[in-house]
């Protein structure tokens, strides 16, 4: 079985991009000499970029604009042995089939995957009581000896090492003294929030001389979140559409811990290795044990209970009886452990 270019296909978001790079570090320590190809959407770049078990970003939506031809010809161009159909896309898996990849493995979840894969994973990710990062490595146990990977061997497997130097700009606002807390507090709609309200009493207990408070967030969170949360406190900083994605990295990279819903930056903060504190609703699949944070420092707090009430609801009462106090005494256990 020749192995020399592995194409890992996973063009969806940034947290689960994340979970899937631990395929790369795995690969890598099986296939020291193959080059690890990952195709990915634009924005997530600079996210598979920083992981050294990957050789090469291809852009999906750069590929996708082109017209069918050239699309096969840029698949014929990779001259990959296999790809790995992560996040399944009938196009793509159509075109690395017109392209010949010899081994190309997708799961029995998607029936245009028994026409144009040839290896096939009975893998149902809704019914598992795997975490996603576990689901994603079960695609690639033909390629590797290890069967069942546990939690705690993952973190190894990120990579997360090639991330740039932070710019003096926003390395001056960090203390030396204090706990360099980033706070993210919106999700775009990916997850269940905490809401405003818990954010803002949070900030009100914690400590002023033990916490420097980093808001993070997109320009549009920014607005949302400006007269609620930031317009309400002058010692927290405000970093909303400020930082690029590769700046974010560098910035989580040199702060000390960050706390959020299940976003993007969690699972930076955790593949980093840093204090990464995750709040979660109970509902299944959104709990914890399929998107908690992975990490040497990671942690969350879910209420203990099987709930479904607001499945079919934007907010999650679950979600907002986590208290600030509770969210408050896990950062400084953390700090004073």
């Known amino acids: 079985m020749k192995t020399d270019r592995i194409l890992i296909s996973r063009t969806d978001s940034i947290g689960d991009v994340i979970l899937t790079l631990p395929m790369a570090g795995v690969l890598k320590k099986v296939y020291p000499e193959s080059t690890i190809l ?22 999906w939506d750069e590929i996708n604009a082109m017209d069918r031809c050239t699309k096969v010809e840029t698949f014929n161009s990779f001259k990959a042995d296999v790809i790995i159909h992560v996040f ?14 010899p081994i190309r493995i997708g799961t029995t979840g998607r029936a245009y995957h028994y026409l144009l ?20 490595l079960k695609l690639i146990q033909s390629l590797v000896a290890h069967e069942n990977y546990i939690l705690d061997e993952i973190p190894a497997y990120y990579g997360f090492s090639k991330v740039d130097p932070l710019h003096e700009q926003y390395a ?22 905490w809401g405003l309200d818990n954010f803002k009493k949070l900030i009100e207990i914690l400590p002023r001389d033990r916490f420097n408070i980093f808001i993070t967030g997109t320009e549009a969170d920014g607005k949302k979140i400006k007269s609620a949360l930031v317009d309400q406190f002058s010692h927290i900083n405000d970093l909303t559409g400020k930082l690029s994605l590769k700046e974010l990295i560098s910035f989580i990279n040199s702060a000390d811990g960050l706390l959020a819903a299940s976003t993007g930056p969690l699972h930076i903060a955790a593949a980093l290795g840093k204090f990464a504190l995750g709040l979660y609703p ?16 990671a942690h969350y707090l879910v209420m203990d209970k099987d709930c479904s009430d ?28």
């Open 172 to 193: 001056i606002l960090l203390s030396k003294q204090k706990f360099n807390l980033i706070i993210h507090p919106k999700s775009k709609g990916s997850a269940r929030e």
């Open 88 to 101: 399944p896309r009938r196009m793509i898996a159509m075109l690395a089939r017109q392209a010949k990849i």
């Open 38 to 59: 990952f195709l990915g959407r634009a924005y997530t770049r600079d996210i598979v970029e920083t992981s050294r078990f990957v050789d090469r970003f291809l852009d």
């Open 282 to 297: 109970p509902i299944k699949p959104m709990h914890p044990g399929r998107w908690a944070p992975i990490g040497k420092r």
């Open 117 to 136: 894969c040839n290896r096939l994973v009975p893998l149902s990710r809704k019914r598992s009581t795997l975490h996603e990062a576990q689901l994603n």
């Open 310 to 337: 607001c499945r079919k609801k934007t907010e999650c009462q679950c979600m907002k009886t986590i208290s600030p106090h509770q969210v408050k005494d896990k950062l400084i256990s953390f700090i004073d452990g």
